[in-house]
């Protein structure tokens, strides 16, 4: 096999790791989130886990962080319109809905982090120098840009589960 491919292989694998792990944590601080009636209490458990997570990956190399943040990042980005966003219905969407919206959002960023790999932005100064502070700013876009699209997924889930649920009675 080439080793370019090979690589690819071996991201891919490691991706799907963080991706698994992802899920794990989603899963575990969703049923504490369930019990805790305190807004302020959710967004500290959730900020919290973020921050342990940049905290463990804040040493890495810019890719290594990004790539790490799959497990830390889209899970949190999946729960905060959830449990912080007053959505005016009240109602969980269900366990299925969350984890469909995890994956989706992390083979999203998934994507993207080949894409920034890939296309040699990894080498610009600000990237490789991996400071403590260019670290961090590229974790809080990853969670802006997760949050954003977790957003997005909860709205279209919403939109097109209406419309089956219309179809299907009729």
Same mark, same amino acid.
């Given at each position: 096999?080439?080793?370019?491919?090979?690589?690819? #292989?071996?991201?891919?694998?490691?991706?799907?790791?963080?991706? *698994?792990?992802?899920?794990?944590?989603?899963?575990?601080?969703?049923?504490?989130?369930?019990?805790?009636?305190? @807004?302020?209490?959710?967004? !500290?458990?959730?900020? $919290?886990?973020?921050?342990?997570?940049?905290? %463990?990956?804040?040493?890495?190399?810019?890719?290594?962080?990004?790539?790490?943040?799959?497990?830390?990042?889209?899970?949190?980005?999946?729960?905060?319109?959830?449990?912080?966003?007053? @959505?005016?219905?009240?109602?969980?969407? !269900?366990?299925?809905?969350?984890?469909? #919206?995890?994956?989706?959002?992390?083979?999203? !960023?998934? &994507?993207?982090?080949?894409?920034?790999?890939?296309?040699?932005?990894?080498?610009?100064?600000?990237?490789?120098?991996?400071?403590?502070?260019?670290? !961090?700013? *590229?974790?809080?876009?990853?969670?802006?840009? #997760?949050?954003?699209?977790?957003?997005? &997924? %909860?709205?279209?889930?919403? +939109? %097109? $589960?209406?419309?089956?649920?219309? +179809?299907?009675?009729?």
């Amino acid at each position: 096999m080439d080793t370019a491919i090979e690589s690819l #292989c071996i991201l891919f694998l490691i991706d799907v790791f963080f991706i *698994f792990a992802g899920v794990v944590v989603l899963s575990v601080v969703r049923e504490i989130l369930r019990w805790i009636p305190s @807004r302020l209490l959710r967004a !500290g458990i959730i900020l $919290g886990i973020l921050a342990v997570g940049f905290l %463990y990956l804040s040493r890495a190399d810019t890719p290594t962080l990004l790539t790490g943040a799959l497990a830390f990042v889209p899970p949190m980005a999946a729960l905060v319109p959830l449990y912080l966003v007053d @959505r005016g219905t009240g109602n969980d969407p !269900g366990y299925s809905r969350i984890i469909l #919206c995890d994956l989706l959002v992390s083979a999203a !960023g998934a &994507v993207l982090l080949f894409f920034f790999d890939r296309s040699g932005l990894t080498m610009m100064p600000v990237v490789y120098w991996h400071t403590p502070v260019s670290n !961090g700013m *590229f974790y809080i876009l990853a969670f802006l840009l #997760c949050l954003a699209g977790a957003a997005l &997924v %909860y709205v279209l889930m919403q +939109q %097109y $589960g209406n419309r089956a649920g219309q +179809q299907n009675t009729g």
